[in-house]
């Protein structure tokens, strides 16, 4: 199973984009554990997912976070503002799933 973890600034607005994501997993049949958490955390989280998608508020940090989940050999991306804006979960889950490949 796939790990998926969004970044935001509190985590708030994005719970509602994991849940349309979770609906979109449901319906392609693809297994993924999928959850938000507020940047801060991001250090606590790294070591279990297998991309970090980052909410575009806090799109400034991916350089920082990136250098981070290097040696893990992770992916630390930006979801698409108009992804985000539109909460297109299933365009968000598809980009994530592009990047584990």
Do not use: H, W
Not at 37 to 62: C, H, M, R, S, W
């Amino acid at each position: 199973m796939k790990n998926i973890v969004l970044c935001c600034a509190a985590g708030m607005s994005t719970s509602m984009l994991v849940q349309r994501m979770k609906d979109a997993a449901q319906k392609k049949g693809v297994e993924v554990s999928i959850k938000a958490v507020p940047v801060a955390e991001f250090k606590e989280n790294i070591a279990t997912a297998d991309i970090v998608l980052l909410g575009p508020q806090v799109k400034y940090e991916q350089a920082k976070l990136q250098a981070l989940a290097d040696p893990l050999g992770k992916k630390v991306a930006v979801i698409d503002m108009m992804d985000y804006g539109m909460m297109k979960g299933d365009a968000v889950l598809e980009k994530a799933l592009k990047l584990m490949e």
